[in-house]
């Protein structure tokens, strides 16, 4: 059974930061390229940050640059994301995805003072 779940989203302060964490089972993890999505309150989803499977090239959307950083770790098939200078926009259910064949269920990021 293919199984991605993320952990660590939570309030924070604008300005702050915070780790999320994907982990990944069920699949050959290194077949597939990594993404982070997000969808705000009321918006859809926003394509926020991949790495493919060799962890070589990373690729962001222009309005996390460089304030985000993902990076995996193939050897425990985990997934990362590191989110520094936190803004109240980036107020979104954050989501690893498989490409895009595979979703976890999402965590939380609130980012409010």
């Known amino acids: 059974e293919v199984q991605l779940v993320e952990s660590g989203g939570g309030l924070v302060q604008p300005g702050g930061s915070l780790r999320l964490s994907c982990a990944a089972s069920g699949f050959t993890f290194t077949n597939f390229p990594m993404n982070w999505v997000r969808q705000a309150p009321g918006k859809g989803l926003e394509w926020v940050a991949s790495?493919?499977?060799?962890?070589?090239?990373?690729k962001y959307a222009d309005f996390v640059k460089g304030r985000f950083a993902i990076s995996r770790d193939n050897a425990n098939n985990t997934l990362s994301l590191r989110m520094h200078s936190l803004r109240p926009e980036d107020t979104a259910v954050y989501y690893c995805?498989?490409?895009?064949?595979?979703w976890g269920k999402g965590t939380l990021v609130t980012v409010s003072s």
């Open positions: 790495v493919n499977g060799e962890s070589i090239t990373t």
């Open positions: 995805a498989a490409g895009m064949s595979y």
